[in-house]
C-alpha cells in the first residue's frame, strides 16, 4: 500500500492509543491464571493478536468484546508440537513465550515471518544448551522440547530486556526460588519495570535485589484480577512529533506516573527544539526512528546507545538514514551512534520505503507533513498502530492511501 502524505499541519485533540507492551504483558498474566481476568483497553494490532493466538495455542481461552478482553486461563502450560504457537513477525511475543514453552516439558513449535528469526535469539539458546533442552531453528520454526529448572540465570543487560521479561514470566512457577544476575550496562531497564509491575497485579512478586540482580520466588501462582491498559508513550511520541513540527493536538489518556522508558519523548523534543543534543536512546531505543525524524527537520542531532536499533522489524539506523536522505539530510551510521546533521532540508526526492517497519513507517508520515511525500509499503503501521492514518485525517492531515 502506498500513502500520499499532503503538507499539512494536525489540530484538535485525540486519547492516547493503548500501551502495546502492557496488553502484551497483561494478555500473558491472564492466561496463566486459573480463572477469568478481564482487561480493557486492547488494541488490535497485529503483534496484539500473535500474543492472543500464542495464547490459544497453549489451551488459554480468549474472547473479545470490543476493547474487552475476556481470558480464561488454566494455571498451567500445555504445548503440543502439533499446535504451533504462531508469533507472526513479533518480537516480544516470541521472546516473551518461549520460556513458558518450557514449563510443561512437552515439545513446543513456534512459528512466525523470516525476518522475525533473523533477530537474535542467543540467551534463550545458550540456556537451553546448558540445561540439556532442545532447542533448533530454522528460517520460520524454533521447535523446544524439555524443562526448564530453577536457579541463577547470568543475562547481558545490553541485550532486549524482552528475554529477561521472559523469564520472569515463567520462573514464578517453578518449584523452587531462581535468580537472575543481569551484567552491566542494563538498557531497557523501565521494560523489565514494567513487567515487574504487571506480575504484581496478578499477585506474583519479584523484587530487584539490588541494581543488577533480580529475586525470584518459586512455587508462586497468577491471580486472576480486572484491569485497564494504559495509554501508550510509545505510540502517543508520534503525534507528539506532529506538535514539534508546528501542529497543535492535546493528547489524553497518558499516565503521567507511568513507568514506560518511552515517556522520554517529552524531554528529547524539547532538547530537539533548543539546539543539537546528545541523545541516550538505550532504554528507549524505539524512539529512534522518530526522533531521527524530528532532528532532521530541525538542528540535528547527536544519538548514542543506538546498537539495538540493529536489530529490530528493520536495521532502523541504516533505514532512516536512507530515507532522510531524500529529505537532503545526511545522516552517519556508527556502531553504537548515529549522527543526524542538519541540512537543506526539502521535500523527498524520491518516493519513501517503509521498509516493511512501522515505526519507520510512522516517523516518514510524520515528516512528510511538512513537505508533503509518498511512502510505499505503509501496511506496515498494522503491527502497533492500524488507524494510524485514520488517526491523521481526523486531525486534519492531508491522507491518500492507495494500494499498489
Keep these: 500500500m502506498r500513502v500520499k502524505i499532503g503538507q499539512s499541519k494536525a489540530a484538535g485533540s485525540m486519547t492516547a492509543p493503548p500501551s502495546k507492551s502492557m496488553a502484551h504483558r497483561y494478555l500473558i498474566c491472564s492466561g496463566l491464571c486459573a480463572g477469568e481476568s478481564i482487561i480493557r483497553g486492547i488494541d488490535v494490532s497485529e503483534d496484539v493478536s500473535a500474543t492472543v493466538d500464542c495464547l490459544r495455542a497453549i489451551g488459554v481461552k480468549v474472547y473479545r468484546d470490543g476493547?474487552?478482553?475476556?481470558?480464561?486461563?488454566?494455571?498451567?502450560?500445555?504445548?503440543?508440537?502439533?499446535?504451533?504457537?504462531?508469533?507472526?513477525?513479533?518480537?516480544?511475543?516470541?521472546?516473551?513465550?518461549?520460556?513458558?514453552?518450557?514449563?510443561?516439558?512437552?515439545?513446543?513449535?513456534?512459528?512466525?515471518?523470516?525476518?522475525?528469526?533473523?533477530?537474535?535469539?542467543?540467551?534463550?539458546?545458550?540456556?537451553?544448551?546448558?540445561?540439556?533442552?532442545?532447542?533448533?531453528?530454522?528460517?520460520?520454526?524454533?521447535?523446544?522440547?524439555?524443562?526448564?529448572?530453577p536457579g541463577e540465570y547470568k543475562v547481558k543487560g545490553n541485550i532486549s530486556s524482552q528475554f529477561i521479561s521472559g523469564l520472569l514470566f515463567a520462573l514464578p512457577l517453578l518449584q523452587s526460588d531462581s535468580k537472575i544476575s543481569i551484567l552491566p550496562p542494563i538498557e531497557s531497564r523501565p521494560y523489565i519495570n514494567l513487567t515487574i509491575s504487571a506480575l504484581k497485579k496478578f499477585g506474583v512478586e519479584v523484587k530487584w535485589a539490588d541494581e543488577k540482580t533480580i529475586t525470584v520466588k518459586g512455587n508462586q501462582s497468577y491471580t486472576p484480577c480486572e484491569t485497564a491498559v494504559e495509554g501508550d508513550y510509545s505510540n502517543a511520541a508520534f503525534f507528539a512529533a506532529l506538535n514539534a513540527l508546528g501542529s497543535s493536538i492535546d493528547i489524553g489518556g497518558l499516565?503521567?506516573?507511568?513507568?514506560?522508558?518511552?515517556?522520554?519523548?517529552?524531554?528529547?523534543?524539547?532538547?530537539?527544539?533548543?539546539?543539537?543534543?546528545?541523545?541516550?536512546?538505550?532504554?528507549?531505543?524505539?524512539?529512534?526512528?522518530?526522533?531521527?525524524?524530528?532532528?532532521?527537520?530541525?538542528?540535528?542531532?547527536?544519538?548514542?546507545?543506538?546498537?539495538?536499533?540493529?536489530?529490530?522489524?528493520?536495521?532502523?539506523?541504516?533505514?532512516?538514514?536512507?530515507?532522510?536522505?531524500?529529505?537532503?539530510?545526511?545522516?552517519?551510521?556508527?556502531?553504537?551512534?548515529?549522527?543526524?546533521?542538519?541540512?537543506?532540508?526539502?521535500?523527498?526526492?524520491?518516493?519513501?520505503?517503509?521498509?516493511?517497519?512501522?515505526?519507520?513507517?510512522?516517523?516518514l508520515s510524520v515528516l512528510a507533513t511538512r513537505t508533503g511525500g509518498i511512502i510505499e509499503g505503509a501496511e506496515a503501521v498494522k503491527k502497533s498502530l492500524p488507524d494510524f492514518f485514520e488517526r491523521l485525517k481526523a486531525l486534519g492531515i492531508e491522507v491518500e492511501q492507495y494500494d499498489i
Design 255 to 363: 499516565d503521567a506516573d507511568s513507568l514506560q522508558g518511552d515517556k522520554a519523548y517529552e524531554r528529547y523534543l524539547q532538547m530537539l527544539d533548543a539546539g543539537t543534543p546528545t541523545i541516550h536512546l538505550g532504554d528507549c531505543p524505539d524512539l529512534g526512528p522518530i526522533l531521527m525524524a524530528v532532528a532532521a527537520a530541525k538542528n540535528g542531532a547527536v544519538f548514542d546507545d543506538t546498537r539495538r536499533l540493529k536489530i529490530k522489524e528493520s536495521d532502523r539506523g541504516s533505514a532512516m538514514a536512507q530515507e532522510l536522505k531524500k529529505f537532503g539530510t545526511s545522516v552517519t551510521v556508527y556502531e553504537n551512534s548515529i549522527v543526524v546533521y542538519p541540512a537543506d532540508f526539502h521535500q523527498p526526492d524520491a518516493v519513501l520505503c517503509g521498509h516493511n517497519d512501522h515505526r519507520i513507517v510512522m516517523s
Design 67 to 149: 476493547e474487552t478482553v475476556h481470558v480464561i486461563g488454566t494455571g498451567s502450560v500445555h504445548t503440543d508440537a502439533a499446535v504451533p504457537l504462531p508469533c507472526r513477525e513479533s518480537g516480544s511475543t516470541q521472546r516473551f513465550f518461549v520460556p513458558l514453552c518450557l514449563l510443561g516439558g512437552g515439545e513446543a513449535v513456534l512459528t512466525g515471518e523470516q525476518g522475525l528469526f533473523k533477530r537474535p535469539l542467543d540467551v534463550y539458546q545458550k540456556i537451553c544448551r546448558e540445561q540439556g533442552i532442545r532447542f533448533e531453528q530454522d528460517t520460520c520454526s524454533l521447535y523446544l522440547n524439555g524443562t526448564l529448572t
